[in-house]
């Protein structure tokens, strides 16, 4: 199994939509659960980063999430992933182009 860091740098998908009422909320759909919001776009992306951190602190102590842990490594080394945003200015920065 990764490490924490590991799982990190993986480049999850990360969905995000307005809110009805005002802001956006942020999820990773490929992490059942991890959702978050702000009240702008760059607030909802880095608590988005935050609630990703927790939760994949969380699977790692947990053995039951041990096997979406398992499932999400056969995802992503199958995948040929064509772009990696290491931080939330380079997503930025993409999404403004």
Same mark, same amino acid.
């Given at each position: @199994?990764?490490?924490?860091?590991?799982?990190?740098?993986?480049?999850?998908?990360?969905?995000?939509?307005?809110?009805?009422?005002?802001?956006?909320?942020?999820?990773?759909?490929?992490?059942?659960?991890?959702?978050?919001?702000?009240?702008? @776009?760059?607030?909802?992306?880095?608590?988005?980063?935050?609630?990703?951190?927790?939760?994949?602190?969380?699977?790692?102590?947990?053995?039951?999430?041990?096997?979406?842990?398992?499932?999400?490594?056969?995802?992503?080394?199958?995948?040929?992933?064509?772009?990696?945003?290491?931080?939330?200015?380079?997503? @930025?920065?993409?999404?403004?182009?």
């Amino acid at each position: @199994m990764k490490t924490l860091n590991e799982y990190l740098s993986l480049p999850f998908k990360l969905e995000i939509i307005p809110d009805k009422e005002e802001g956006y909320v942020a999820s990773y759909p490929e992490l059942p659960g991890c959702i978050s919001c702000g009240s702008t @776009m760059e607030d909802a992306i880095r608590n988005a980063e935050d609630a990703k951190r927790a939760w994949l602190e969380a699977a790692l102590l947990d053995i039951p999430n041990a096997e979406t842990l398992a499932a999400i490594d056969d995802v992503y080394h199958e995948r040929n992933l064509s772009k990696t945003f290491h931080s939330v200015e380079e997503l @930025m920065e993409d999404l403004n182009t």
